[in-house]
């Protein structure tokens, strides 16, 4: 028997996809970005947050090349973008999922124009790219503080310290 594939599936967007499928989403559009690569409790709770403040949340992923350039480790990410991307769509929270190989997502946000720009509590708001032309056309940017002490590479420290290794 053929099994269907998953409807989360379909929230999933190639960036060239983009400018048609965000007309049909619901206003306002909350966009945020990041490696996302071992989903945690700290990601989850974001994520809900952001979302919370619009009607749609767009969730931008680093490809893996971008993520390998940002220095998080050689054998980063350990989740390739397909599987990333699968994993977010999963999540009530998220609208849509697409993705950047760029060093940042501004190109995106500027095909985008969010409402609402969201980072983690780790970027003060005028670092934030996107934050100067955003609020420029009225939105709104936030830096949501980090509510758990977790982390993608204080996870695999502790992994590989157990010599379970990765």
Partial sequence: MQYPNPPFESKICPP???AER???LPRPLVFTNGCFDILHRGHVTYLAQAAALGAS???ALNTDASVRRLGKGED???NPLENRAAVIAAL???ALVTWFDEDTPAGLIEIIRPEVLVKGGDWPIDRIVGSAETLARGGQVHSIPFQFDTSTTATLRKIRASGAGV
């Fill in 57 to 59: 949340l767009i969730v």
């Fill in 22 to 24: 965000i007309l049909s």
């Fill in 16 to 18: 060239e996809g983009l």
């Fill in 92 to 94: 009530q929270s998220v």
């Fill in 76 to 78: 980063r990410p350990v």
